[in-house]
């Protein structure tokens, strides 16, 4: 059973910074795979903040380049996201994702944390 495990959210002013991490127990979903982060606001959807794929290719957000980086640890199975310069229209629960392919045709499995409540404001 794997079970991935956001921490690190919280109530941060405009400007500051955080880190989020995502543990993954059960087994190593990260390695050889690709992850990434979500987040979403209330009212909205879930949408792409961050991702990295098997290979270690990023891309973001336009809303969030230059501000935040993913990162991940394979020897610790953990995931990261750095989180610079926020804005309150950063404001959401954030979520990581494991993306996990299942045979050679391709097929996969998401894997997703609980997600953790960043807050950002004066």
């Known amino acids: 059973q794997v079970q991935l495990v956001e921490s690190g959210g919280g109530l941060v002013q405009p400007g500051g910074s955080l880190r989020l991490s995502c543990t993954a127990s059960g087994r190593r979903v990260f390695s050889g795979n690709a992850v990434g982060w979500y987040r979403q606001a209330p009212g909205k959807q879930r949408e792409l903040v961050a991702a990295?794929?098997?290979?270690?290719?990023?891309n973001y957000a336009d809303s969030v380049k230059g501000r935040f980086t993913i990162s991940r640890d394979n020897a610790q199975n953990t995931v990261y996201l750095q989180m610079n310069g926020l804005k309150p229209e950063d404001t959401a629960v954030y979520y990581c994702?494991?993306?996990?392919?299942?045979?050679?045709?391709?097929?996969?499995?998401?894997?997703w944390g609980q997600g953790t409540q960043v807050t950002v404001s004066s």
């Open positions: 994702n494991a993306r996990v392919v299942v045979n050679v045709e391709g097929a996969y499995r998401d894997y």
């Open positions: 990295m794929t098997s290979g270690g290719m990023t």
